[in-house]
């Protein structure tokens, strides 16, 4: 090892931080853009918040950018909600049933994983156009074709977490005396708190980030998302507002994964040290 | 073998049955009526494309329209298939260029700046994927900032216009788009080397590019190949990257395609068939590196 860190190859390392700059610089130019003085999103014309507060055409005071907010964030919602607890229970059932089909059912609960997210949102869209017609466009299709991506990202994460969980410690409560309902509640769900967690977490920046499935599934301007907002006005006439919509979008999603990273991080200290102590 | 579960059978119905009914519901039926549309007919008078349900009925038609458009000589989606394979060929190649240097950073020499790195690098990932567009839209405007600096830097002697469907544009905001979903498993995997295999080689006399070469990298093939596939199968279904910053049919990939296929209700059918083809190809690609893989692993352990 100490051969290895001899010398720290310098040119590699001002490589890695230029990369770490064009990775984020352009999206906090974006930002700052957001207080430009003019309606430009392209050259600086001076500071204000005209964008945000006062103007007529601001954040605050546009149907279209408050509600965009709005409908990203709801669906977001709803997703977590729906998506996180059918996944944990498919999940469980996956590891914990040692039967016929089960690997055929594993295969079908991450399929939409290795489908590009285009043939999927085709694939739903035809389903609900043409079959399953009860579940009409907008905020209703947009959940299920949500929930239907995000599904196998709760999966893959809950059969992680299952994995390393040896089934002998829900056997020994049972033995002990625990039903299996006991078993799961008492035994298994504690030990996956933290899985379930970084869930919600991913499931959530998954909804806010989407866009195919989100845009195929939409039916008029009510159901529009800040990605759908983004994309069809970004090469338009669209003003500095619509950086200050994206802004706020990117914040609130900081804001609420950070938050989920440190539940993860504490429950997993505290989960860890449990589970090593069952152990001995 | 153990019993099939120590849970009774209908505890785990209860707990994994909704699951199971939403996979059979939506990703189950929602492929099956993928393939309904694309094998259906055109109904002759009101021109909507009419779903065959049940197989008896399968029409090859459309699945023929996309074969012979995919002809070489000639084909309507000849040009666009290949224009789609080269971008992704490109941008897959400058994001190992670019990717690899940084996973291989962290996951060998970051020391003590490791887990300030990694925060950095999945920043990206959380950062909206249409804001991190709508910044480069306004970068690459003709008076933005990057004609700015190549103006100072005596580049350009005019404001160049980067996104009226430029193909070099494209692949770079694709690599831009994608290179952070690259970078992570690719790291993971670099972090999962076994580094006595570095030491032994520098032990033996080897210089750190010969154990790069010998050694490191030759290990490092079965991350590159799963970041690859990571970015690659979004890529082909990617219509919105290629729309934001060019726009121009001169520049179209496959997803802009079948997007345009799709949203026109006429043409749905055609669309519905390039889907499928879409996926059965890709289907296939994967199987073939899933098959490649397994054989690589079994080899090793032998």
Known sequence: ?280 | MRGRSFYPFRYLLAIGGPGLVWVGLFVVASLYALFAIALGSLDPILFQPQPAWNPLDWSFANFEQVISGLSPSGGQFWGVFTRTLLYIVLAAAGCVAIGYPVAYYVAIHAGRSKALLLVLLVTPLLVSYMLRMLAWVGLLAPDGYVNEVLGWLNVVSEPSGWLDGRPSTVVIALIYGWVPYFILPLYASLERLDRRYLEAASDLGATRVRTFIHVTLPLSVPGILAGLVLIALPMFGDYYTNQLVSGAATTSMAGNLINTYVEGSQQRAVGAALAATLLIFLAAVLSFYLRATARAARQVLR
């Open chain 1, 1 to 280: 090892m100490s051969a290895l860190r001899r010398r720290r190859p310098r040119a590699l390392t001002a490589f890695v931080w230029l990369y770490i700059a064009w990775s984020l610089l352009p999206a906090l130019i974006a930002i700052g853009f957001s207080f430009n003085g003019g309606r430009s999103r392209s050259v600086w014309q001076g500071f204000s918040t005209q964008w945000w507060l006062d103007g007529a055409t601001s954040l605050l005071h546009s149907d279209v950018y408050l509600n965009a907010l709005e409908q990203s964030f709801k669906l977001a919602a709803i997703n977590v909600a729906i998506a996180v607890p059918l996944g944990v229970g498919l999940a469980i059932v996956l590891s914990r049933w040692f039967g016929r089909g089960s690997g055929t059912l594993g295969l079908l609960a991450t399929l939409p994983l290795v489908v590009p997210e285009l043939v999927l949102a085709i694939a739903v869209f035809l389903l609900l156009t043409e079959l399953l017609t009860f579940v009409h466009l907008g905020t209703m299709a947009q959940a299920v074709g949500q929930i239907t991506f995000c599904l196998p990202f709760v999966v893959v994460i809950m059969r992680g977490r299952l994995a390393s969980i040896p089934t002998d410690l829900e056997e020994a409560a049972m033995d002990l005396g625990a039903s299996p309902l006991q078993a799961l509640r008492l035994v298994l769900i504690p030990l996956l708190q933290p899985a379930i967690v970084a869930s919600v977490v991913i499931t959530f920046a998954v909804s806010i980030d989407d866009f195919v499935i989100t845009q195929y599934l939409a039916s008029d301007d009510s159901s529009q998302t800040v990605p759908m907002l983004i994309y069809n006005t970004a090469r338009g006439s669209a003003t500095p507002a619509l950086n200050a919509t994206a802004a706020v979008l990117v914040v609130v999603t900081g804001l609420i994964v950070g938050l989920g990273a440190l539940a993860y991080f504490l429950l997993r200290r505290r989960r860890g040290m449990g589970a090593a102590a069952v152990h001995g």
